[in-house]
């Protein structure tokens, strides 16, 4: 892709829009590491994604980043509280510290009365609360977010979004997201629209 250039400082959230097809994802994969950046740099806390091993790589995306996807992906055989604790549990914290933590995020999100059920227990708007729970669970620094509400109806896309950023705001975790609405690219702090490989800031959204 050409002329792709973004950063964004903790705490701050940026929003990448375009149609299907525009490279979006593509360049969410990129700057999470996930696929390799053809040409130019993938710059975390100054170091370049692309000179770091496959450990170090793990290890970032382990424990410094989080994802969330348009629908939840959570799962189905763990319970809410321990698909929100999970990423606590790979970084290797224990059960008891992984569970409180999943519960006071959850907390924050309106969903401690449904900690002990299944993903096939709770609504869509609840099963994407949960995934925005495990991706802030561990305090990452930065959260990659796939049309995070792509997937709900317009209000209950309106709450989710409001409660992931505000929550995601409030520990300092930086947001990139990419979406096709107006509406979810409104409420990021930057926004950049992408078309045919080409990204293009379009200043504070």
Avoid: W
């Avoid at 924050?108 to 609360?129: A, D, F, I, Y």
Wanted: hydrophobic share 45%; charged share 20%.
């Amino acid at each position: 892709m050409d002329g792709a250039h973004l950063s964004v400082a903790p705490g701050e959230v940026a929003a990448v829009t375009g149609q299907s097809g525009s490279g979006k994802s593509s360049l969410l994969y990129c700057l999470a590491g996930v696929l390799p950046a053809a040409r130019g740099q993938v710059r975390f806390e100054g170091r370049v994604l692309g000179e770091l091993t496959d450990e170090e790589m793990s290890a970032l995306r382990r424990e410094r980043f989080g994802f969330v996807f348009q629908c939840g992906e959570l799962l189905p055989e763990l319970t809410v509280e321990e698909n929100a604790a999970l990423p606590l549990r790979l970084a290797g914290r224990s059960k008891k510290h992984a569970l409180a933590e999943a519960g006071r995020v959850l907390d924050r999100l309106g969903l401690g009365e449904l900690r002990e059920r299944r993903p096939s227990q709770v609504s869509g708007g609840q099963s994407q609360r949960v995934a925005v729970a495990r991706a802030l669970v561990h305090r990452p620094a930065v959260v990659f977010a796939d049309e995070p509400t792509g997937s709900l109806d317009s209000a209950n896309a309106a709450a989710v979004l409001r409660e992931f950023l505000d929550l995601a705001r409030s520990q300092g975790t930086a947001v990139i997201l990419v979406t096709h609405d107006p509406a979810v690219a409104a409420q990021a702090d930057s926004h950049y629209a992408m078309a045919d490989g080409v990204l293009t800031p379009r200043g504070a959204a």
